[in-house]
């Protein structure tokens, strides 16, 4: 038992190494074509830091964990949510651009309406199986580049901000960051999947339990340590911005990848976590469209974390 938990603390510590040389490599293999870096934070750091859900979730799919598909998406969703945004929002008030609060955090409400609608087929249609199918997971792919577009339509549409000019990597380096990044969330996806289960198993804890916490917060450590060191920065709108998109990619890219791989079974159990997602979602853009206009209070802020140590203690009551 002791070396699965050790093997699984090295297995998050690979995928979180990995994607961020994977991001590193890839920013800089940006900037030589002159790519902006408003595009890099939308497109290549969002990616980055939601890159170990989706290998894990692949690995989970292919080998057919369906819980820890959906437990990883939804679960890494609610900590992001809750605690990171908690956490951010304790250290500085979150102001927000009028695009975020109108525009990002409500498609990602929808992205959740249309995933509960996807997967509840015993409820919505006479389907007798919840099932998150092949064709489903192509309309969630379709869904993500058209969520892609949006944002090249907003690059487009605003000028771009230079920053100072930064150390170029050279060509070895960079191409050795972006392979050794990948490799290293091909590895440290499949250590992390593999013991997750076994410790599951060893201990009689369903895989749903342990993707909604263990592998989920672990997946998110990338966002947390983004959105702290943003919100350190004073920058709200990475802080923010980098959740509400992890969030869109979780459910539009990761879920829809990991269902074209293999129709993935949805257990009915995970609605109540969808319905605290969707609730948390609701409640962000309340916070941003009451009181101080798009700015998420420190009370606000207090209400998420306090809220999840709440949903934290309910999952562990509801597993015993």
Do not use: C
Request: charged share 10%; net charge negative; proline share 2%.
């Amino acid at each position: 038992m002791i070396l699965y938990f050790v093997l699984l603390a090295v297995g998050l510590l690979v995928l979180i190494y990995g994607a961020n040389y994977l991001v590193e490599g890839a920013s800089a293999l940006a900037k030589k074509f002159k790519v902006s870096d408003l595009a890099i934070g939308l497109t290549i750091v969002a990616f980055g830091t939601s890159a170990p859900e989706l290998v894990v979730n692949s690995i989970a799919s292919f080998q057919g964990h369906q819980d820890i598909v959906f437990g990883n998406v939804i679960g890494s969703n609610n900590f992001n949510l809750f605690i990171i945004l908690g956490i951010t929002g304790l250290l500085t008030p979150l102001a927000v651009q009028s695009s975020t609060a109108w525009k990002e955090i409500p498609i990602s409400l929808v992205a959740i309406v249309i995933l509960f609608m996807m997967v509840n087929d015993a409820v919505l249609t006479s389907n007798a199986e919840n099932l998150l199918s092949r064709w489903e997971g192509i309309l969630l792919l379709v869904g993500f580049i058209g969520f892609l577009f949006y944002v090249y339509k907003q690059l487009t549409s605003e000028e771009s901000i230079e920053t100072s000019p930064e150390k170029k990597l050279p060509n070895l380096k960079m191409s050795l960051f972006i392979a050794g990044g990948l490799a290293g969330l091909v590895i440290g996806g499949q250590l992390v999947v593999t013991n997750a289960i076994s410790i599951a198993e060893n201990l009689g804890i369903s895989e749903k339990i342990i993707g909604l916490t263990v592998i989920a917060a672990g997946t998110s450590l990338p966002e947390l340590a983004t959105s702290i060191v943003a919100a350190a920065k004073k920058n709200a709108d990475i802080a923010v911005g980098n959740i509400v998109g992890s969030n869109i990619f979780n459910i539009l890219l990761i879920l829809g990848t990991a269902s074209v791989i293999s129709p993935v079974s949805y257990s009915d159990s995970f609605n109540v976590d969808l319905y605290i997602f969707a609730g948390g979602t609701i409640f962000l853009i309340l916070a941003m469209l009451t009181g101080k206009r798009k700015i998420l209070d420190r009370w606000e802020a207090a209400i998420l974390l306090i809220f999840y140590l709440v949903y934290t203690v309910y999952l562990v009551a509801r597993e015993l």
